[in-house]
């Protein structure tokens, strides 16, 4: 009897140990110390650590990035609509955003692109020179977005971090993304681009990051990005009617086996 209660043990630790494995992303590292402080601190229930959004989330919601991005399903008219919900900045915390994105371009390397912990470095140095001071809150949520827009896929960097989405699709300026869901097919997102001139700067940084060319003289790009997705874009509206569009192709973390295709 000893012995089988042991061995039971043991497998609920092992369980436990794959649980905490689970959510990583690539802000992580940038937050750890963040994490640490509150794991000391912390008496609220599990649940969202940023500012409540406008859209209140459902029992059911998924998590894209940790402590930052969530999603979740919402159906209207007999229509799902794919949401994402990320900390909301108030007018304050938005002009501090891009004057320390401004000050941050400004002075950062290229090396200092990949090393995030460099980053959070000079973006603290900033903070500290301008005399900028924030709740721990506020700051990450600021240090989220810079990231996000500097070394991710600025809003469309959450759809990334969701294995159940295949396709992302753009078809224009003020048309709302859609994805192809591998549960919920081909839906409409909450996120989209409203200016030709943010659009085409997405493209232009999906075009560094593949490291490839886009111009208006070459306004195509057929590219890979870093993480394997393959990318088809074009730049003007001389290529497309509605503006610059683009589409991402994702490809599965666990390929399908010969066994899965029969």
């Known amino acids: 009897k000893n012995k089988k209660i042991k061995v039971k043990i043991n497998k ?8 905490k494995k689970k959510h990583k992303s690539i802000f992580g590292n940038l937050f750890k110390s963040k994490k640490i402080e509150k794991e000391k601190t912390k008496d609220k229930a599990n ?3 940023f500012k409540t959004p406008k859209i209140l989330l459902p029992e059911n919601y998924q998590v ?12 209207e008219d007999n229509q799902k609509r794919y949401i994402v919900a990320e900390p909301e900045l108030n007018e304050k915390e938005n002009k501090i955003l891009e004057k320390t994105r401004k000050s941050l371009i400004n ?27 924030l709740e721990k809150e506020q700051k990450a949520n600021i240090v989220y977005y810079i990231i996000r827009q500097i070394t991710g896929l600025d809003r469309v960097e959450p759809l990334m971090h ?23 097919g ?28 886009v111009s208006y003289a070459s306004p195509l790009l057929d590219s890979i990005l870093p993480d394997g997705s393959r990318v088809n874009a074009t730049l003007t509206s001389n290529v497309s009617t509605r503006g610059p569009t683009f589409t991402i192709r994702k490809f599965p973390q666990n ?4 066994i899965d295709m029969i």
């Open 255 to 258: 390929p399908l086996t010969v």
């Open 162 to 184: 969701d294995n159940l989405i295949e396709d992302i699709e753009c078809d224009g300026i003020g048309i709302p993304i859609f994805i192809v869901h591998r549960k919920y």
């Open 12 to 19: 609920d630790s092992k369980k436990k140990d794959i649980k």
């Open 107 to 133: 002075k950062i390397s290229l090396a200092d692109l990949s090393d995030e912990n460099s980053m959070y470095n000079s973006i603290n140095k900033i903070f500290d020179k301008e005399k900028i001071t």
């Open 47 to 49: 649940g969202p650590d």
């Open 186 to 213: 081909h839906i409409e997102t909450n996120i989209q681009f409203n200016t030709e001139e943010e659009l085409q700067e997405f493209v232009i940084k999906m075009a560094h990051l593949c490291k490839s060319y």
């Open 64 to 75: 894209l990035i940790s402590n930052f991005a969530y999603a979740f399903i919402k159906e």
